[in-house]
């Protein structure tokens, strides 16, 4: 695992699941409760899926063989986490990803959201990354369930809305949008060199 980068009074660490299995139960713990109440997921499948164990389990596997995982904590618990992961298998695009970002409700419009993602964009800079997307739930009107804060977020952060599927999602017995955002964080090459995988750039800088 890589050093630990202190953003006072909280600690970002990059993880391996495998081999902290301690932060795996915290997150789950901490983030299923929210599940129950909110559209958002923090699997692959989207933000209309509940999660276990399991699930995210294998979500982080998969995502830590090539990409960053941050989670922000500080003395006494998990405060948030944010991760990149392959916009597609398909090798053709490569170069792309997506971003995930949660920040535990108390803890937000603190800067920590804006500390996370820059961690996630600067790591995928350095593997090659030219796009990043973002996929949302969205509402034309916010209840209890879901507001556009997301939206909104990833706005400050330099997104713009490239497309929205409407009431394709349906949970707490209602239907609801999903939006995608768009990111260029790089220069498009002719010849593009390929992606290196994060875990790679973090070991070859730790020798």
Same mark, same amino acid.
């Given at each position: 695992?890589?050093?630990?980068k202190?953003l006072?009074p909280?600690?970002l660490?990059?993880?391996?699941e495998?081999q902290?299995p301690?932060? @795996?139960? @915290?997150l &789950?713990?901490?983030?299923r409760p929210l599940l =129950?109440? /909110? +559209? &958002?997921?923090v699997?692959g499948? #989207? !933000? %209309?899926?509940?999660? *276990?164990?399991?699930? %995210?389990?294998?979500?982080?596997?998969? /995502?830590?063989?090539?990409?960053?995982?941050f +989670?922000?904590?500080?003395k006494s618990?998990?405060k #948030? %986490?944010?991760y990149a992961? !392959? %916009?597609?298998d398909v !090798?053709?695009?490569?170069?792309?990803?997506?971003?995930?970002?949660?920040?535990?409700e108390?803890?937000?419009r603190? #800067?920590l959201?804006?500390?996370l993602?820059?961690?996630v964009?600067?790591?995928?800079? =350095?593997m090659g990354?030219?796009n990043m997307?973002a996929?949302i739930?969205?509402?034309?009107r916010e209840d209890?369930?879901?507001? *556009?804060s997301?939206?909104?977020?990833?706005?400050? =952060?330099?997104?713009e809305?490239v $497309?929205?599927?409407s009431?394709?999602g349906?949970?707490f017995?209602?239907?609801y949008? +999903?939006?995608w955002m768009?990111?260029?964080i $790089?220069?498009?090459e002719?010849? !593009? *060199?390929?992606? =290196?995988?994060?875990?790679?750039l973090?070991?070859?800088?730790a020798?």
């Amino acid at each position: 695992m890589s050093e630990k980068k202190y953003l006072n009074p909280y600690e970002l660490l990059y993880m391996y699941e495998k081999q902290d299995p301690d932060a @795996l139960r @915290l997150l &789950i713990g901490q983030y299923r409760p929210l599940l =129950m109440k /909110i +559209v &958002i997921s923090v699997t692959g499948r #989207g !933000p %209309f899926f509940d999660c *276990n164990k399991d699930d %995210f389990r294998q979500e982080m596997i998969y /995502i830590t063989e090539k990409f960053p995982f941050f +989670v922000l904590e500080d003395k006494s618990s998990i405060k #948030g %986490f944010a991760y990149a992961k !392959p %916009f597609s298998d398909v !090798p053709a695009y490569d170069w792309s990803c997506e971003l995930t970002i949660y920040i535990k409700e108390d803890f937000k419009r603190k #800067g920590l959201g804006r500390k996370l993602y820059l961690a996630v964009e600067d790591a995928v800079k =350095m593997m090659g990354i030219k796009n990043m997307y973002a996929y949302i739930a969205y509402t034309e009107r916010e209840d209890e369930h879901l507001d *556009n804060s997301s939206m909104r977020f990833h706005e400050k =952060m330099g997104f713009e809305r490239v $497309a929205r599927f409407s009431k394709c999602g349906y949970k707490f017995d209602t239907w609801y949008d +999903v939006i995608w955002m768009e990111k260029i964080i $790089a220069e498009h090459e002719d010849h !593009p *060199n390929r992606i =290196m995988s994060y875990r790679d750039l973090d070991e070859m800088a730790a020798r």
